[in-house]
């Protein structure tokens, strides 16, 4: 049967089937659909939104999970398990207990570099007496202290 004749079988749109083609969903011989597997194939498969047919308010029946709706559920879940241990493995994803501890350890390290920069700096300053020196003096260590921090955090394990 045709894609036309098969989308006035099933009472969807010609795009519809055509794109359902495309994907490989239907069963295809000879440029021809293959009505008894193609409907096999479509009945274990959920209808996208844009096709279902919007109806007014019905009772629910709960509908089971097929064999084949369980597997490919199953199979995206493991696909989706190998792409997360696949970027764990080239270091696009840490582990979020590595992250917490990695910095915390940068934050005692800042913490302890920004505490011990007025005794660094103090003996230098005392006996200045123009203000001009005391800020070029705190200016030359403040920068110092900000790349000895940048080096420490950058290297940081």
């Known amino acids: 049967m045709s894609q036309a004749e098969y989308a006035r079988h099933r009472g969807k749109s010609r795009q519809y089937i055509s794109r359902l083609a ?20 479509l009945e274990d498969r959920p209808e996208p939104v844009s096709e279902r047919v919007v109806a007014g308010p019905t009772e629910a029946t709960p509908q089971g999970t097929t064999f084949a709706q369980a597997r490919t559920a199953d ?21 979020a207990e590595l992250v917490k501890q990695r910095w915390a ?7 302890e570099r920004i505490l011990a920069w007025p005794n660094r700096v103090a003996p230098e300053i005392t006996p200045l ?7 070029d003096t705190m200016m030359r260590e403040a920068r110092t202290l900000i790349n000895d921090i940048k080096a420490d955090v950058q290297y940081a394990r």
């Open 22 to 41: 495309k994907a490989g969903v239907l069963v295809l011989r000879g440029g021809k659909v293959d009505v008894a597997a193609s409907d096999a194939v």
């Open 75 to 95: 199979m995206v879940f493991r696909a989706k398990l190998r792409k997360l241990e696949h970027d764990v493995r080239v270091g696009k994803l840490v582990e």
């Open 105 to 111: 350890a940068i934050y005692v390290a800042i913490k």
């Open 129 to 135: 007496t123009d203000e001009r020196q005391v800020r």
